[in-house]
């Protein structure tokens, strides 16, 4: 996970990417965020964050054979806040509304 370099990591999900239909979401008590567009990951997925090297296997190319679209490997949101607090790890996540699709 440190690969993708995420701010905010959501666990207990009910399955893989389903923050594609989060519209928005609230996180502890006074947190309100709308995601406002999917993730594309660059290469920088490839480097180990504790050596700097590039090693390991390339997590790319799995995203690219399940989650991606016009090329770009997708995985996570970027938000937005509406206004502004704190998040604390072990806030809990509410989802309070979804697209009626996803948006991949």
Do not use: Y
Request: proline residues 4%; hydrophobic residues 35%; glycine residues 10%.
């Amino acid at each position: 996970m440190t690969r993708f370099r995420p701010n905010i990591v959501v666990e207990g999900t009910e399955s893989a990417f389903c923050e594609d239909l989060w519209k928005t979401i609230t996180i502890g008590d006074n947190m309100v965020f709308h995601p406002v567009r999917l993730c594309a990951r660059c290469k920088l997925t490839k480097v180990d964050q504790t050596t700097g090297k590039v090693e390991g296997p390339d997590p790319l190319i799995t995203l690219g054979d399940i989650h991606q679209k016009g090329g770009q490997k997708l995985f996570g949101q970027n938000l937005i806040f509406e206004k502004e607090g704190s998040v604390s790890v072990g806030d809990s996540v509410k989802i309070v509304e979804f697209w009626e699709e996803a948006r991949t």
